[in-house]
């Protein structure tokens, strides 16, 4: 079975920093493209930054200069360092990744429960 846990979420002020963290669990043979996805209620998820396992590293238009994601292949990690927030950063981010549980099966995609980022005065 395996999880992905994120953590790091909290409220913060507009300007201020957060890291998230996403933590995978489980028995895993090799990961591969991790992202970071964020959902306001009401409207569709969205991609916010990529990963790959060559850690080339992709971001939608609106966080580009702000945030970065980085991964730890050791502790099975992807980090997303977010800076100068503003309040349209405010939704649920969401961890996501490509996993392949053993050799030569097949490479899968999981999600985590999501964290709450809310950037507010």
């Known amino acids: 079975q395996v999880q992905l846990v994120e953590s790091g979420g909290d409220l913060v002020q507009p300007g201020g920093s957060l890291r998230l963290s996403c933590a995978a669990s489980g028995s895993i043979f090799r990961f591969y493209t991790m992202r970071w996805y964020r959902q306001v209620l009401g409207k569709q998820r969205e991609l916010v930054a990529a990963?790959?396992?060559?850690?080339?590293?992709t971001y939608v238009d609106s966080v580009k200069g702000r945030f970065t994601v980085s991964r730890d292949n050791v502790k099975n990690m992807v980090y997303l360092q977010m800076n100068s927030l503003k309040p349209e950063d405010t939704a649920v981010y969401y961890c996501?990744?490509?996993?392949?549980?053993?050799?030569?099966?097949?490479?899968?995609?999981?999600w985590g429960q999501g964290t709450q980022v809310t950037v507010s005065s």
């Open positions: 990963i790959s396992s060559d850690g080339t590293s």
């Open positions: 996501n990744a490509d996993i392949q549980l053993k050799p030569y099966g097949s490479i899968d995609e999981y």
